[in-house]
């Protein structure tokens, strides 16, 4: 006789082990932890900024606002310098952002001269904070490698794009192309023109002490005087 066979049981199913993360997937674990903490460290840096100017804002002090070392500090920012300019980086490119828009929509140069000081100056008495930080606020120059703004790029940089309007007034049809200086006094003259508008009108408001046009009327009035006097060649 043959013994009858026994059913055995199932051997146990195997234990999954956790898989590891990706090694892909940690490097952008930590490029996403490194970057809020930089936007942590520029936001503390603009609020010393804000209240107490460049004096006050320090590698230590920044570093203590957030709650890190000093050496977490410097492994994102080189120096106190290049901290400070991109704490309002995002500010400038906003700003470079209207005037591109308003430069598109320009029908020839002293129309895109027009739109860009129109939207310039709503954008500073609009954003007084910001327009302060970015132009009225002394803070130590900073390298051009250190900022994260593109260099010569109208979408980021509003010099690029104040060079890009100068050299659109200054050509006439026929004649040479402006020099690459003539291009920079021009763009500096509007740039100065322009700036000087918008932080009287965010220094002193509505003062009574003297009568001005509305600003609106002032601006197109400005316009004109800079548009013939940047077209009128030098004797």
Do not use: C
């Not at 492994?75 to 591109?100: E, M, N, T, Y």
């Not at 020839?108 to 100056?121: E, K, M, N, S």
């Not at 890009?164 to 200086?181: D, H, K, M, S």
Request: no cysteine.
């Amino acid at each position: 006789m043959t013994r009858p066979r026994t059913s055995e049981p199932p051997p146990p199913s195997p234990q999954l082990e956790p898989h590891p993360a990706p090694a892909a997937a940690r490097p952008r674990r930590r490029d996403k932890e490194q970057q809020a903490r930089r936007r942590d460290l520029l936001a503390a840096a603009r609020k010393l900024l804000r209240k107490g100017g460049a004096s006050a804002v320090t590698m230590r002090a920044v570093a203590d606002a957030v709650g890190v070392s000093t050496t977490v500090v410097y492994a994102l920012f080189p120096d106190k310098a290049a901290l400070i300019s991109q704490s309002v980086d995002d500010d400038l490119k906003r700003l470079s952002r209207h005037l591109q828009q308003a430069m598109a929509k320009a029908s020839d140069p002293r129309d895109a001269l027009r739109r860009v000081a129109h939207t310039y100056v709503t954008f500073g008495v609009t954003h007084p904070q910001a327009y302060q930080l970015m132009f009225m606020e002394p803070r130590p120059a900073s390298a051009i490698a250190d900022s994260s703004i593109e260099f010569g790029n109208p979408e980021e940089d509003p010099y690029a794009l104040g060079r890009a309007l100068a050299a659109n007034l200054l050509r006439q049809p026929g004649a040479e192309p402006p020099a690459q200086a003539d291009i920079d006094t021009a763009a500096q003259l509007l740039w100065e023109a322009l700036h000087g508008v918008t932080s009287l009108r965010i220094t002193l408001g509505d003062d009574p002490w003297f009568e001005r046009l509305p600003l609106e009327q002032h601006i197109d009035r400005m316009v004109d005087v800079l548009a013939a006097g940047l077209r009128r060649r030098p004797e």
